[in-house]
């Protein structure tokens, strides 16, 4: 991946954890979607990219790994919330990612109506 995709995919990865958190709409998160789409970049990650290599990468740089900034508002750029997160909720983030990319179903299946419980039923054995 170059960076560009790179960032494309992290933007939809981020995306669906916000969704995830219930941060974003089902809505909001197509219409993500449909820009990653527009702009042809990747919504997963090539076969021979292995998403722990990835994971270590960023890491690496744990104070934006650790770290999320969320804006709270799709339609405001002015107030961030900053959070940290906890070792072992990054650890179960982390087991989600890669579970995520091994089934290679889940951005596929957002262009599905069922999409928003589709997620939340494969998600629910995380809680």
Do not use: W
Request: aromatic share 12%; with cysteine; proline share 2%.
């Amino acid at each position: 991946l170059n960076h560009g995709e790179a960032v494309g995919v992290g933007m939809l990865c981020a995306a669906k954890l916000s969704f995830l958190l219930n941060k974003l709409s089902i809505k909001e998160f197509n219409r993500v979607m449909g820009v990653i789409k527009k702009y042809k970049l990747p919504t997963k990650l090539p076969s021979n990219c292995e998403p722990q290599k990835i994971l270590k990468a960023m890491e690496e740089n744990k104070k934006t790994f650790y770290r999320v900034a969320m804006d709270l508002s799709l339609n405001s750029h002015k107030y961030f919330q900053s959070r940290e997160f906890e070792s072992e909720k990054i650890e179960k983030y982390k087991e989600m990612a890669t579970q995520s990319h091994k089934n290679q179903s889940m951005i596929e299946a957002s262009d599905s109506f069922n999409f928003s419980n589709f997620l939340k039923k494969y998600y629910a054995q995380y809680d």
